[in-house]
């Protein structure tokens, strides 16, 4: 299942406006997307998540920002990001899920460690890369088909990401393949 991901800062460099790829993401029958943005004030990415979602029916999350959870079906959050609401990850957990209920939460994910940190967590997915190089985030460490088989050791859903295309296909325990920069060459 293709899990698209709308990188404002993507979305600028390529000339693509938030409604042109939500349409495109739509007519690809995705069902699951992440708004990711960085810079824009609060105000402004309330306004963006109401034009994706004006053309896009499937469930959209937030990246790491809880403040705009109202507004969408999820949160994802990086390890860093979790870790502001509490070191010890449960307590995170609960006083994130406090704020969010029954809606989606996942969590990004780098290596084994991690892994069998977040199988102890209530999540929905976790996501899991960078399994190639990407133009939007030039910092990641890339682990190829390593990520494969430690992914085999995650109790939740295991969304791969980081240069991964809508071509690509991986075994049946990868649920989502995160597809971003990929979506503006199909």
């Known amino acids: ?5 709308i990188d404002k800062a993507t979305l600028e460099k390529k000339g693509w406006s938030l409604s042109k ?28 998540i109401l034009e ?14 809880i403040e705009l959870i109202d507004y969408v079906d ?4 990086g390890q860093e990001d ?4 509490s070191l010890d990850l449960k307590e995170a957990i609960d006083i994130i899920r406090e704020r969010i209920g029954s809606k989606i939460l996942g969590l ?24 190639r190089k990407s133009n939007t985030k030039s910092d990641a460490k890339i682990s190829g088909k390593k990520l494969l088989e430690i992914a ?4 939740h ?9 809508i071509s690509d296909s991986f075994p049946k325990y990868i649920k989502y393949r995160v597809i971003g920069s990929n979506l503006y060459e199909n």
Not at 52 to 65: A, P, Q, T, V
Not at 74 to 77: A, D
Not at 82 to 85: G, P, S
Not at 113 to 123: G, T, Y
Request: glycine share 6%.
């Open 21 to 48: 790829l939500s349409k495109k993401i739509e007519n690809l029958d995705i069902k699951i997307a992440q708004y990711r943005d960085k810079n824009s004030p609060l105000k402004e990415q309330i306004e963006n």
């Open 82 to 85: 979790i870790r502001e609401f």
């Open 108 to 131: 990004s994910t780098h290596n084994l460690k991690e892994i069998k940190e977040a199988n102890s967590l209530n999540l929905d997915y976790i996501g899991l890369g960078a399994y």
């Open 74 to 77: 999820g949160l994802h959050l």
């Open 152 to 155: 085999k050791y995650s109790k």
């Open 157 to 165: 859903p295991v969304a791969i990401i980081g240069g991964v295309k």
């Open 1 to 5: 299942m293709i899990y698209a991901l």
């Open 52 to 65: 994706i979602k004006r053309y896009f029916s499937g469930e959209l999350i937030i990246n790491d920002n």
